[in-house]
């Protein structure tokens, strides 16, 4: 599956975190060539794992937004 379905796939899921994900070696996909063009070809299994660490990313930020929001709250309180 080519870069530009995935990223239609993935709500939420842009280009450079895809190229962060194959960067890191999260996931592996296949090189294809075309006419001196390289392209990545994602497996099902690659989509489904980068779909699953996008849903815990965004958990994880929903969790660094409230800390902040706390955190500024706090210092509202002027220990």
């Known amino acids: 599956m080519h870069t530009g379905k995935v990223l239609k796939l993935i709500d939420g899921l842009t280009k450079d ?3 962060y994900f194959v960067r890191a070696g ?7 060539e075309v006419d001196n063009f390289r392209f990545n070809d994602f497996s099902e299994e690659d989509v489904e794992l980068i779909k699953r ?3 815990l990313d965004f ?13 500024k709250k706090s210092e509202a309180l002027d220990y």
């Open 59 to 71: 958990k994880s930020e929903v969790r660094r937004q409230k800390t902040l929001e706390r955190a």
């Open 17 to 19: 975190r895809l190229s």
């Open 26 to 32: 999260y996931v592996k996909p296949k090189k294809i």
């Open 53 to 55: 660490v996008q849903k």
